[in-house]
Structure formats: structure tokens, C-alpha cells
């Protein structure tokens, strides 16, 4: 009896063990399919734009087509081979990795479009002079460059020590209290406020202030700031929530005030994400073009006073560039391509000096 018990045991192990190990996909099985699945995509989309030039060919539809055929193919082919375990297991990873790249889809069409636009007039003379006396061809966009550095420059001045002493009181002093509760509404509004309401309310209470018609640089500044503020109340907010009490207990026990609690303590273990925040909060806000044309203006020469005059920036200036084209017409859309990708540029730099930044002040931590 025991010997038959044991004989159908061992019988059983060896069939799970032939059900589990036998009937995989090679490594680049699944490789070799999504290849296929994409040559075959390239070979529909070629084959229906056959009487079109070789640059109306699409590279974004041939990806998502090929990805569709590869979650239906390696779904059967699994389910053959392998077994409806695997197969489901499969299609679920490539469900998410399709979706990921679907997703990036169209960041790298939009900078693979304005870097081949955009080099065009990537030059020395873009960056070197301004439109002024300039008809036609030639010219740049140097005044809308130091506009853009200027007004974000006082945007982000005005809007980070509001955001960040806002969102101190909100975790550290206010909490449970009606004045913070009303302050978190508010902020939460002023999230989704578009950024022409901004704009239109800086003009405004400039207008009652100064005269109808009154456009300064730092109108632009202040417009900005209402769209900041919000972006950097709310990540420092969430930022200094996650800072753990016990090192706030720890510092309190030790006969530490609380301000310098805040200032020696918690800041610095937030300061990396909270400078991710005002990197986002700046991003947001650099590209506006609405607020800037309505507090701004537009202006074909160099202007670096902020408070007197019309002022340039790269997004009115790629703007109007695009929207008024004038002879000959490929000069003026290459400029505003090109103050496209100066822009996009500019966001890149600083967000590499923000993480930088992050990393040089964050807390250091022994042993690691």
C-alpha cells in the first residue's frame, strides 16, 4: 500500500512538473513576434500609401497597428505553446508595455517635429540679434529669450516663498483649523483656473490702477504667479506631510524651537521633491502664451526693464511668428519653430539644474 501511494506521487510530481517546465517560448520568441508584427504593420501602411511621397509615410500608426497585432498574436501563440496561464500572463505585460509606449508616442513626435523644424534656424544670428528693423528674412529671437528668462525669473521669486510658507502653515500649523481648510479650497480652485482668467485679471487691476492699455513686464510676472502658486502650495504641501513626526518629536525633545525645527529639519528632508514641485510649477508656466499677449505685449526690440514698456517673449514670439506670417513665409514660420525648441531647451536645462540642485542639498544619510 505504501509503495503504491508513493508510486502515485511520484507520478503526479512528474506530471506537474511536465505541465509547468515544458512548452515555454524561447527568450526571443517574443522578440521575434513583435518584429514580425511590425514589418507586417509597415507593409499595410506601405502598401495603402504607395502612390505617396516617402515623408506622408506614418511611423505613429505603424507602431500602434503593429502593437495590436503583437497583443493578439502572442496571446494565441502563448496559448498554444505554453498554456492559457502564460498566454494571460503575457498579453497583461504586454498590455502595459504597449500602453507605455503608445503613451510616449506623441512627446517624441512633438520633439522629433520641432528639432527638425526648429534647426532650421538654430544659429548665431538667432541668438544674437532681435527683430528690430528686421523685414523678412534673417533677424532672431534673442530679446524673447532674455523676456521669457526675466519674467519667469520674477514669477518664480514671487511665487516660491508664498507657495512654500503657505504650505508650511497648512502642515504645520493649521491643521484642523477653518482658515486652512478655506485655504486648501482655494488653492484647489486656483489649479484649474485658466491662464487666460489669469491674465486678464492682472490686466485688469493694472488697468484700474495705471490706465486702459497698460503692459509692462512685470504684469507678465505677476500673471504667472497666480498660475504657480497653486502648482507649489500643493507639492510642498504633500511633500512636508510625508516628513515623518518622529523627527519632528525628536527635535522637539532635544528643546528645539519649532520654526527651526521646520527650518533645519524638515526642510532639508524635503528640499528634493519640494524643488521637483517648483521645477513643475516653473514648467507650467514658461510655455503661457495667453496671459503674456494680454500684460505683456509684443515688442520687436530688446527690453530688459521690467517695469516700464512692452516686453518679448519666446511664446508670444513664436506666436505671432506663426499666426501673421509675412514674406517670404518660411522665414517666419522657421523662426517660431526655432523659438519653439529654444523654449523646450530652456524647460530641459532647468529641470536638470533642479534635480541637481535636489541632489547636492538633499540629506545625506551615513552608511549609504
Known sequence: MTSTTTTATATATVQTTHTTTAGHLPKWGPWALLLACFVIAAAIFAFANSGGE???????MTVVVGLLFYLALIFIVSTVVESRRHATDRLMTAL???????????????LFTVAVNGLARFDGEFFSSSMRN??????GAIHAVWGTLLITLWATVISVPIGLMTAIYLVEY???KRLARGITFLVDVMTGIPSI???????SVFSLIMGPGTRIGIMGSLSLCVLMIPVVVRGSEELLRIVPNELREAAYALGVPKWLTILKVVMPTAIAGITT?????????????????????VVQGMNLNMFSGQMATLPVFSYMQAKYPGLPADAFLDRAWASALTLILIVMVLNLAGRLIAKVFAPKISGR
Do not use: C, K
Open 174 to 176: 493649521g491643521q484642523g
Open 134 to 139: 528686421v523685414v523678412g528674412g534673417g533677424g
Open 96 to 110: 502595459v508595455a504597449s500602453a507605455f509606449v503608445i503613451a510616449l508616442l506623441p512627446l517624441i513626435s512633438l
Open 54 to 60: 516617402v515623408a506622408d509615410f506614418n511611423i505613429a
Open 197 to 203: 482668467v489669469a491674465g486678464l485679471f492682472i490686466y
Open 277 to 297: 514641485s517648483i521645477m513643475l510649477a516653473i514648467a507650467r508656466v514658461i510655455g503661457e502664451t495667453a496671459p503674456l499677449l494680454l500684460t505683456v505685449g
